[in-house]
Structures are given as structure tokens and as C-alpha cells.
């Protein structure tokens, strides 16, 4: 599975957008991309996942670039829980979770 | 629903004790795995069960010992504990290999 790199931290207003980008340049066209979010001394929690396609749902929207090479997760209107560590990881399709690399992630700070 | 429950939420061992961390889940998932979360460090594959039955190794296994007699109970045996093993352990599980995964809330392990 193709390894990701995130910025280590990530500064944001509360109220505002929180743009959390990801680099993916080696990734294949068969890996999926996947976020998940972890808030201090709990499990992490799965966001989203996409393919090629932009997806939304009732958390976040992952806008993956025509190359595939980067993706961005937004947070529409972030609070102050969210703030968390957030990690990008990509997957092959017919691969499975066993196989996952889990990096540092991105620190998200939601300030008031 | 509860989730994925684990206990304890924190113990202190000495060198040489052994102990099981407890792991339940209630969403009838076949797919349960454990891993293990160091300091400044990303999530690490310990053992996995794709079923009742049905265990393997991940990347860290050494030390480590699990079982899987009932689809909710994933229990994970360290035998003879050393100071390498502190560290924040996750239990996880998922509808299928491919699946996102739901996290407990970790048990944080020290050995000393």
C-alpha cells in the first residue's frame, strides 16, 4: 500500500473551514483513500473514503485531485471537538485492513 | 449499541506479570484485531481474527497472545510483560476485510 505524508499540525478557527491536506503521490489506481480521526485518549474514529470521486457525508467532505496523487478532508464548519489527530491512509481495493499503514497524522487545534 | 468495549482502561505491571486485556464488541462483527499505539508513534498490528475460531499474526506479534472463542470476545494474553510492552492498546472490528474499522477506547499499559 502506497505510504502517505501529512503536515504534523494544523491550526484552525472555530466556526471556519478546516482544509487537512495529504499527499499520496505513489498511489495506485486500484488504492483507496481513507480518513480517520483520533481525539485525545480515545480510539480512532473512520471519517470517509473515497476512490477517484469527491465524497461527502454527515462529517466531512475528501476531495481526492484529478491525478490522484493528493487529497484534502474538510471539515465544513470545524468546532473545538474536532480537535483530534487526523490520519490519511490509502488502501488497495482488494486489499484489507491488515495491511494498513498508520503514520503520525495531522494535529488538528480548533481555537476559539 | 456499546461498541467496542475494553478493560481495563489503564493497569501498571511489573516485569515478568501477566495479564489479559479484555475486548467485547456487540455489532456482530466477524473481523476483530489488536493494536498497539506508542508514544509519537502510528497504530501497529499485533494479531487479527476474521472469525469465531480463526486468529493470526500482525506485524508485532512477539509476546503477545490472543484467542477467539465467541464472535464477540477478542481477549489478548501478555505472558511474562517487559518494559517494551507499555503502551496503549486498541481493539477494533469491522464487517469484512476491507471494512472501516470501529475502535474501543484503548487499555494504556504500563510496565515497570
Known amino acids: 500500500d502506497a505510504k502517505t505524508t501529512q503536515p504534523p499540525s494544523m491550526d484552525c478557527a472555530e466556526g471556519r473551514a478546516a482544509n487537512l491536506p495529504c499527499n499520496h503521490s505513489?498511489?495506485?489506481?486500484?488504492?483507496?483513500v481513507y480518513w480517520y480521526r483520533q481525539i485525545h485518549s480515545q480510539g480512532p474514529q473512520y471519517i470517509i473514503h473515497g476512490l477517484k470521486n469527491n465524497e461527502t457525508n454527515e462529517m466531512a467532505s475528501l476531495i481526492i485531485t484529478e491525478d490522484r496523487k493528493s487529497s484534502t478532508l474538510i471539515l465544513p464548519h470545524a468546532t473545538l471537538r474536532d480537535t483530534a489527530v487526523y490520519y490519511c491512509i490509502v488502501r488497495v481495493a482488494f486489499g484489507n485492513n491488515r495491511k494498513l499503514i498508520w503514520g503520525l497524522g495531522t494535529s488538528l487545534a480548533v481555537n476559539p | 449499541n456499546a461498541g467496542v468495549t475494553q478493560t481495563p482502561k489503564f493497569r501498571i505491571l511489573k516485569i515478568g506479570q501477566s495479564m489479559t486485556l479484555q475486548c467485547a464488541q456487540d455489532?456482530?462483527?466477524?473481523?476483530m484485531y489488536w493494536y498497539r499505539q506508542d508514544p509519537g508513534m502510528g497504530l501497529k498490528l499485533i494479531y487479527y481474527s476474521v472469525g469465531a475460531g480463526i486468529t493470526d499474526k500482525g506485524e508485532v506479534p512477539n509476546g503477545y497472545n490472543v484467542s477467539r472463542s465467541t464472535t464477540e470476545d477478542f481477549p489478548l494474553r501478555l505472558e511474562l510483560a517487559a518494559p517494551s510492552q507499555t503502551s496503549v492498546y486498541f481493539c477494533?472490528?469491522?464487517?469484512?476485510?476491507?471494512?472501516?474499522?470501529?475502535f474501543g477506547n484503548g487499555t494504556r499499559l504500563t510496565v515497570t
Open positions: 477494533a472490528s469491522g464487517t469484512g476485510e476491507r471494512s472501516p474499522l470501529h
Open positions: 505513489t498511489i495506485s489506481g486500484n488504492e483507496y
Open positions: 455489532m456482530n462483527h466477524n473481523y
